[in-house]
């Protein structure tokens, strides 16, 4: 998945918002003005996804291509690499399970904004 894939994804889903608060060359999206996914315009061949903890490592013990999150919380956070072998569906339901996760995190009364008929596509609830 190139960098254009990524970021058309990234984007597709309902109410993500593109920011470059750190540099000019990394990459990130939110929802709800909390992050789900960061990558690099220079080195889009990773991207750090909040994973759930136990998730997380079984992911890590499967697949060479996803590790601990740099510089974030390792815990909570994988880096994957997005121009190996993992299949490219694999990634993208990576995404749409790091933006259900940040989803789900915030305020209810911002999680029902996002979901009102008169702000367009409803993000992921379940």
């Not at 920011?19 to 990394?26: G, H, L, N, R, V």
């Not at 121009?83 to 990576?94: T, Y």
Request: glycine share 6%; with cysteine.
């Amino acid at each position: 998945m190139d960098i254009i894939e990524l970021r058309d994804f990234c984007l597709s889903l309902p109410h993500a918002e593109e920011a470059t608060p750190f540099d000019e060359t990394t990459l990130v999206y939110k929802i709800g003005g909390r992050i789900f996914a960061l990558t690099d315009m220079e080195d889009s061949g990773r991207i750090n996804l909040k994973c759930d903890p136990d998730r997380a490592i079984e992911l890590r013990e499967r697949h060479p291509e996803i590790v601990p999150g740099w510089h974030m919380n390792k815990r909570h956070w994988n880096t994957v690499t997005t121009d190996g072998d993992l299949p490219d569906e694999m990634v993208r339901e990576m995404i749409r399970d790091s933006y259900r996760l940040v989803f789900r995190s915030l305020p209810r009364t911002v999680q029902r904004e996002l979901a009102a008929p008169e702000n367009g596509e409803t993000p992921w609830n379940g």
